[in-house]
Every structure is written in structure tokens, then in C-alpha cells.
């Protein structure tokens, strides 16, 4: 039954799906990738609008998708006032920053590309809003991060571009690390994941031992992501990105999202001294600092940054109080910072785009040439400084109303006096980016002569300054929108009314002080700015170079002598410390006593266990001899097949065989290109050292398997038997374990194998391209070839039995949710056929007739693995839960269709194609060694002399 909560989780995903869109979409044309990259916005935002009603009487919409309930993990989101009105933010803006870029972006600038990071952007920061499960929007969290690297460092051409990104990314992922013990530390005392019931939980939270942990490791997250002292250096920084992405992230989403984090958190963390002291400390120093070096950047942008740094600094200052005025007070200032921040923003870049500079002494007189920018950040920078009638005046005036009213350490005015002070620097650069780059003459040196720009560049920040004065002289209209977002971080009922006039009061005469200091610190600029640029003062750019480079200085010297390179080296001591602290445990716990009697051993079972001892004995002793040793490997892999076959174990034993075949069929054929035989390069004394390690490790184990075979225990063995028919829908328990009850493993491993493969392949192309494609191609190999490489009686026999093999492998497939089988087992099969045609046909003959590409086969298998498991969801299962069904078609009996089918489909493909990929490696450096080929079988012609006899074939 369709309900409005469902509607959350579309309204999340819907950015994912349409960043898929812009990269194919640009080839329609830019107007063409814009649109399209607007209409899931577009969609987001009209299925909120459909909510807010809900919302704004108090309704709180839920949605879950379960995906593993005993772990606290699910798909959790729910809409609260608070939860709106930042989406509203970050769809509304979105849109108006698509309009504008479509503009603001050079022909050269590839704008697929562009519209895609926004979107991940946009819909990682619409998980962080609608998020209800804090392990959820820990993953948005961190999504943020990463999409917004990708951002930042959009023009990949500017050093300074890629350093910002690469900044941003350290700091905030730094951050994002703390803020997941935080979190996890939080679920642990509530016993819940769910954010909802965090917050109700805020008196428990609070009485814990592990309160105060737990706020300053969330902190740490929220002040890193809003660039909070001493963190702040990082935002500035990222201003080489385009003013699109600076309008975006720094005005409505990114360095928001740990204001958001503070207000959400709000319930359960604030009303403490440690909150207060820590939260509001460091904003006011923010919101002072901020505000003092933005007087005197040059650079639009800076200037516009530092502000950023500056009013999140406020908002953090009145979250960090801990009253209810104060919430709303910074809901309000949000709202206000939003509409004039961005539209400043956007009015940087269009003088930038038009002008082709960003420093403020290179400009002015901008007035006459750009009437409509400059009306256009005229308004916004007045908002920004507070003056009255515009919204900026407002929540100034409720911010220093709280400031004035705030005792710190028994200090009733000191909050207040640097609020003011804060206040007082705004009101300077605000005048300063009005008067500096309006006013004034025009002048004649411009780096390009400026005209205001098309309507599609200011359409967008002219419609925040109609919000901006239309909230100034009406601010009634926020009354509503600010109740419901501070109610929901209260979590009290509150009245919000705002006015132009209280009154003569403290925060007036305040306002009017930072007002007319704001005008003298502009009359004064000059000197104060000669005086700024003489006194020395810490870069927190080059500290932040010079710590990062000390902590890169002393991991290298510790990986350097950790990790030598010797493989040997890390198996001696992972092995040998591991089984000292198995056998440390083992002695020092109890096993209990011996419960199982030992079975009687068959003679033919005894002889086979002493013939692999032999075998293993035998790869020990002929190790340095290649090819003996891995004829060997064979043997042993076909007697453990065998043990698993007299263990009754048919599955593990097919899987082993075929395994077994197609490793050493890969080994055979890149032993071609190894030495036949592997030099002495350990002394004896490591032999005996590795000899005695591997003995005491072999011993180990075989005495933990004794002492579990011989005793009782229970494992989930029994839940899977009696649960594989009636939960799984297969009388095969092992693969339904595969593909069901640990499907998600199942999915983790053929991932892994497909980027095995792919690593592979990249690097046999990085062989190919280096010195050792040199020396293959320079190397003689012609006295190793035989004269009759691919033989008529194998070349017949293997195309005769490529059609069989296929319908076996076809046959196990289809069998394997009831009988031994499966997709794992059946890719192998083919793999194993088609790698019998590549060894008798030949590479080039095998290759060209290949249809399809290996790398889009292991792609084509995760993509079906993955969505037969979010499939689940659509019928509200868990993630990966297997749906069957009997049906019956006459004359054909009655037969089971299982959704795991699917999944092994998926399973299948990415074998088969993993295997196939590094085969096709292998393919490419026999023939750039100047491997023969032959069109044809049997091309060899005895009565012919041997160097006519060999047909060669140039290979690109």
C-alpha cells in the first residue's frame, strides 16, 4: 500500500539516478545536459513540496528498508521541520546553481562531467538530512567528502585547484573518522542505531561515563566539515574550484552540513558545560577571527570565504548556548545566510566571468557598467552586513540579543562585546565589496572591458535577493518556516514572530555600534591594510603543509622498515605471531574434555593421507624446479577433491576440480615466460628458521581441527539445513548458503575476483609498456617452440568438445540450487573449455572469433548479482533474500523458479570472465614475445625446412 513516507527514499536516490544522465546527455548539447541534470531536482523537490504540508502541522514521515536488523543496519529516513527545510536548501539552491552554471561554464569545460559530481553531491547531502540511522549518514557523510574532492578540484589544469581539493578531502575525512566513533559510541549507550531514538534518549546520553568522548569525537566532525577554528583554513583554500561549486557548497550544503549536525544532535548533546564552553567557545572565535581576516582579502572569493568562515562561526556560537531563542535564532540566520551568500557568490563569478579578475584593486566603478550585477550584490552585501530591511538585519539582531544575554565564566559581557566585534568586521568587508568594486570612477584598465551579463547568469542570485528583501520588509513570512525547523531542534513547542522594530534594546544600540564602526574601519582601510600586510602573522596553510609532511615523513620511515619487500620476511612473522597467540590461548582457556571417540581409519583412506604427505613433501623438495612442482600442486588439489568427495562433500569437491584445472592451466601457460627454475636465495639458517615456523604452524592447526572434531560444539550449520527448502527454496544447502544466507559474502568475493582480474590485465598492460615488454620483444624464444604447436587430433578433439562442455557447464548451472552445482562451478567449466581452445587453436585464432569483451562480462555479472539483491527490497525482504516459486507448464512437469538463479547468473559471468581476462593478459604476452601463430591447425609441413615451416603474424 503506497504511504507519503515511501516517498523519502525515492525522493534520496533520485540525484544518484540522475547523475547517470549528464555524461550522456552533453552529446545532445549543453542546454540540452543542463535541463536534464535540473529534472531530478526538479522531481526531489516537487515530491517534498508534497510533504511539507505534513510537515509544517507537525507530521514526522518514516521510511525503512531492512536490510540486516540484528547489526542496526537498514535503509532508516525520516522528515522533520528540521530535515525540510535543509533539503528545501539543498534542492532549491541546486537548481538555481544548474541554471547558472549552464552559463558560467566555458565551451571547454566539459559539462557532463560537472553536472555529475553535482548530483552525487546533491543526493549524498540529502542522505545526511533525511538520514535516520546514524550508520547511514555516516556513509553520506563521507560521500560528501569524496564528491565534493571531485568538485574542488573540477579544473584539474590549476595546481591550486587540486591542492584545495586535496585539503578539503584531509581535513573533513580526518574529521569524518572521529565522527564515527562518536556515533558508534552514541549507538552503543542508547542501544540503537536509529537517530530518532538517540534523540529521545538525551538524559541517558548525557549521565553516561561516555558522554563527553562522544561530543568531542562528533565535534571534531562538525567542526572540520564548517570550517571552524582551529580547521578553518581549509575552506578558503577550496575557492579555486568554480563559483558554481563555491555558490553551492559553501553557501547551502557543504559547510552546513555540520551546522546541521550540532542543531540535529541538539536534543541529546546540548545543555551541558561541556557543550556550552566548547561549542560556543570556538564560534565566537570563529565568527571573530573570520570576520577580521576577510577585511583585508583582496580576492572577491577569499573575502566572500572568510565571510562563510565567519557566520558559521555565528550559527555555531547560538547552537553552542544551548536556549531555544538561540535555536531560532540560528534557524533564521541559516535561512538568511543561504539566500544572501549565495547570491554573493554568484555575483563573484559573474564579475569574474565578464571582468576576468577577482581583486578588488583592480575593479571598481562597476556600478555604471553592470547596473544590474551591481544592484544584485548590493543588496545581498547590505543583508550580509546587517543593515536594516534586509533579512541579514533580522537574525543579526536575534544573534546579539542572545550574545548580549550570555554569561561566560561569570562574564555577563564578554560574549557580547566580541559579537559585536564580529558584527563591526562585517559590516567592514560587506562595505568594503559594495564600495570597492562598485563604487567609484570607471576605470580603463580592466583585464576585459564588463557589461552585465545574459539573463541566464544573474537570473539566479536576482531571485535570492528577492527573498532576501522580501523576508527584510515582510519577515513574517519566515515565521513559520523557522518554527517548524527550531521546534524539531528544540523538541519543544515554541511562538516565533519576527519584527523590524523591538524597540530601543541592547541588541539595537549594539547593531548601531558595529554599524558605525563597520563605516570607519572602511575610512580606514588603507592604513589598516598597510599595517595588516607588515605585521608576521602564522599561515595556517603553511603549518598545515609542514605538519602533513612531517606525518607522510614518519609513516614512510616506519613503512620502510616495517615493509621491506620481502614476502618471505611477512608470512614468517604474521604466521609465526599467530600461531604463538593461538597456542597462548588455546593452553591458557579450557577445550573441555574429549566427547567424540576417533573413527576407524580405512586402509585405502590411510594410503592416500601418507600419499599427500608425500605430495606435500614433494613440492617442499622440488620447489625450485617450476614446472615439477606445479604438476605436483596438481596432484594434491585432485586428492583433497578427492577427501572431499569421501567426506561427503560433492560440492566442495566439484569446485575444488575445477579450481584446480584452471589454476594450473594458467600456471602452465605463464610459466612460458618464467625461468625454469628458481635460484638458492635463502641461507640455510633461514631455511631452518622458515622449516621449524611452518612445522609448529602445521602442528597448530592440525591440533585445533583435533580438538574440534573430537568434541561437541554447535554452529549455524543446523539453522542453514532446516532452513535452505522453506527459506531458500533449494535442497542444495551449500549453495543456498552461496546465494542466499551469506550472499552478501558471496557478492563481496566476485567483486573481488573481478578487480583481480582487471588488476591482472593492467598490469600485464603495464608489462607490456615497460622494460620487460622490451626484452619479451627483444628475446629469442624460437629454440622452446615446437614445430607442431597446435595439433589436428587436439584441435578436433577440443572443438568437438566445446559444444558438450558448454551444455555440462549449462546442466550444472541450472541444477545447482538442488544438486552440486551453481554459477561458480559452471563458469569455471567454461572457462575451462574455452581455455582448451585458446591452447589448441592458438591465441589469435580463439581471439578473433571473441564477440564479446571480458571486462563488460565481470561488469555485466556484478550489476546482476547487485540488483537481483536490492530486487529483495522491492518485495520489502532484506537485502539478498531469495523469492521462489513452482510452476507448471504441461507437458513439462512441474519445476522451481528461485530470484538466486539470478544471482548466480551473475555469479556465473563474473567468473568466466575474471578467468578470461587474465587468460587474455597471458595471450597478449606470448604474441608481443614473438609468439607464432597460425592461421590454421596443422600448418606444419614436415618436408619443408623449419624456418619456412612457421607462419608469422604481426600483432598490433
Known sequence: MFSESSLLPI???????????????????????????????????????????????????????????????????????????????????????????????????????????????QGAMLGIVLSDNILLLLVFWELTSLSSFLLIGYWKHLPEGRQGARMALTVTGAGGLAMIGGMLILGNIVGSYNLTDILAAGEQIKASDWYTPAVLLILLGAFTKSAQFPFHFWLPHA????????????????????????????????????????????????????????????????????????????????????????????????????????????????????????????????????????????IAALSMAGIPLFNGFLSKEAM??????????????????????????????????????????????????????????????????????????????????VRMAAQAVTGEDLEVHFAIWHGVNTALLMSIAAIVGGAILLALHRPLDRAWLATPRPEAKVIFDSVLGGIVSVMRSLTTGLHNGAITRYLAVFVAVTTAVGVSAYFSGDAGPQTRELLPVPPVVFIGWVLLMAAVVMVVMFHRTRFRALVVIGIIGLMISGGFIYLSAPDLALTQISVETVTILLLLLALHFLPKETHAESSPLRRGSDATIAIVAGLAVAGLAFAFMTRDFSTISDFHLANAKSGGGGTNVVNVILVDFRGYDTYGEIIVLGIAGLAIFALMETLLNGPAGRRLRNADLSADRSMDRHPLMMVVATRLMLPIAMMVGIYIFLRGHNEPGGGFVAGLVFSIALLMQYMASGFAWTTRRQKIEYHGMIGAGVLIAGLTGIGSWMASRPFMTTSYGYFHFPPIEEFELATAMLFDLGVFLCVLGSVMLMLYGLSRLARHAGETVNEEPMEYDPSRSPDAAVVTEEVR
Open 239 to 378: 575557492m579555486a574550484a568554480p563559483t558554481p561549486v563555491s555558490a553551492y557548497l559553501h553557501s547551502a550544503t557543504m559547510v552546513k552540513a555540520g551546522v546541521f549536525l550540532m542543531a540535529r544532535m541538539w536534543p541529546a548533546l546540548a545543555g551541558t558545560d561541556l557543550w556550552f564552553y566548547t561549542v560556543a567557545t570556538v564560534g565566537l572565535i570563529t565568527m571573530v577571527l573570520g570576520a577580521v581576516i576577510a577585511l583585508f582579502k583582496d580576492d572577491l572569493k577569499a573575502l566572500l570565504a572568510f565571510s562563510t568562515v565567519s557566520h558559521l562561526g555565528l550559527l555555531t556560537m547560538l547552537l553552542g548556548f544551548g536556549t531555544a531563542e538561540a535555536a531560532i535564532a540560528a534557524v533564521f540566520h541559516i535561512i538568511n545566510h543561504l539566500t544572501f551568500k549565495a547570491a554573493l557568490f554568484m555575483t563573484a563569478g559573474i564579475i569574474d566571468h565578464e571582468t576576468h579578475t577577482r581583486d578588488i584593486k583592480r575593479l571598481g566603478g562597476l556600478a555604471k557598467l553592470m547596473p544590474i550585477t551591481a544592484t544584485i550584490g548590493t
Open 400 to 481: 546579539l540579543y542572545e550574545a548580549a544575554h550570555t554569561t561566560w565564566y561569570e562574564n555577563p559581557w564578554i560574549v557580547g562585546a566580541l559579537s559585536t566585534l564580529g558584527a563591526l568586521f562585517s559590516v567592514a568587508y560587506s562595505l568594503r565589496f559594495i564600495f570597492h568594486t562598485f563604487g567609484g570612477k570607471v576605470r580603463d584598465d580592466y583585464p576585459s572591458h564588463p557589461h552585465d551579463p545574459p539573463l541566464g547568469l544573474w537570473a539566479s542570485p536576482a531571485i535570492l535577493c528577492v527573498l532576501v528583501v522580501a523576508i527584510g520588509v515582510a519577515p513574517f513570512l519566515a515565521d513559520d518556516v
Open 11 to 121: 525522493i534520496a536516490i533520485l540525484p544518484f539516478l540522475g547523475a547517470l544522465v549528464p555524461g550522456v546527455m552533453i552529446r545532445a548539447g549543453r542546454t540540452a545536459c543542463a535541463s536534464f541534470a535540473a529534472v531530478p531536482t526538479i522531481l526531489a523537490l516537487v515530491l517534498l513540496g508534497s510533504l511539507a504540508p505534513g510537515v509544517m502541522d507537525g507530521t514526522v514521515y518514516t521510511a525503512e528498508l531492512t536490510w540486516m536488523p540484528q547489526l542496526g543496519l537498514e535503509a532508516a529516513f525520516f522528515l522533520d521541520g528540521l530535515g525540510l527545510l535543509f533539503a528545501g536548501m539543498i534542492l532549491g539552491v541546486g537548481l538555481l546553481i544548474t541554471l547558472y552554471a549552464r552559463f558560467y561554464l566555458s565551451g571547454e569545460d566539459p559539462m557532463g562531467q560537472f553536472y555529475t559530481y553535482l548530483l552525487l553531491f
